[in-house]
T-cell receptor
Framework: EAGVVQSPRYKIIEKKQPVAFWCNPI?????LYWYRQNLGQGPELLIR????????DSQLPKDRFSAERLKGVDSTLKIQPAELGDSAVYLCASSVEDGPYEQYFGPGTRLTVT | GIQVEQSPPDLILQEGANSTLRCNFS?????LQWFHQNPWGQLINLFYIPSGTKQNGRLSATTVATERYSLLYISSSQTTDSGVYFCAAPDPYSGNTGKLIFGQGTTLQVKP
């Protein structure tokens, strides 16, 4: 069974530029999560999807971040414009359903904003 | 929200040694996961262990939910065990959701 797929793996951009990250969850997983991991810290949730509905986006900086999950499968996270403080690893995870179920993580996208 | 604390923050071992990593959480949880983040940044699932004890090869984990802690045991450590170990639990203050709260991690270095 294929795991969570993310692309790109690495991205270097200049500040004020836009950037997008893509995630394909494990087949059959209804719930998709985007986390951000700053250097030396544990991941923190940005947004959670149940099928195509964003059920928790309270941690998403909505002035510059946006996300979508069309058709309840793949998801895209966008930053526009990027700031220096956005440099981090962006992790996508999925689980069969929302709730206390095991989550599986993708390899992440390491973003560097210069 | 829930607080998740891990200890020790850093650990250096000689190959072949055993170790115990601890995860304390401030509130009752209905799930706990242990992950290993390898040097390439991939979070690898080790255990999904709301309570009790599980074993997988040289690794085992025990969660005592009533006392709000979990332990990860690594026996006969190998250099490939190096990396950061995270525990994570769903935040009970966000309802019955999958919002995981992570600890700060334990960085393990196994020397040959």
């Amino acid at each position: 069974e294929a795991g969570v797929v993310q692309s790109p793996r690495y991205k270097i951009i200049e500040k004020k530029q836009p950037v997008a990250f893509w995630c394909n969850p494990i087949s059959g997983h209804n719930t998709l999560y985007w986390y951000r991991q700053n250097l030396g810290q544990g991941p923190e949730l940005l947004i959670r999807y149940e099928n195509e509905e964003a059920v928790d986006d309270s941690q998403l900086p909505k002035d510059r971040f946006s996300a979508e999950r069309l058709k309840g499968v793949d998801s895209t996270l966008k930053i526009q414009p990027a700031e220096l403080g956005d440099s981090a690893v962006y992790l996508c995870a999925s689980s069969v359903e929302d709730g206390p179920y095991e989550q599986y993580f993708g390899p992440g996208t390491r973003l560097t904003v210069t | 929200g829930i607080q998740v604390e891990q200890s020790p923050p850093d650990l250096i071992l000689q190959e072949g040694a055993n170790s115990t990593l601890r995860c304390n959480f401030s509130d009752s949880v209905n799930n706990l996961q242990w992950f290993h983040q390898n040097p390439w940044g991939q979070l690898i699932n080790l255990f999904y262990i709301p309570s009790g004890t599980k074993q997988n090869g040289r690794l085992s984990a025990t969660t005592v939910a009533t006392e709000r802690y979990s332990l990860l045991y690594i026996s006969s450590s190998q250099t490939t065990d190096s990396g950061v170990y995270f525990c994570a639990a769903p935040d009970p203050y966000s309802g019955n959701t999958g919002k995981l709260i992570f600890g700060q991690g334990t960085t393990l270095q196994v020397k040959p």
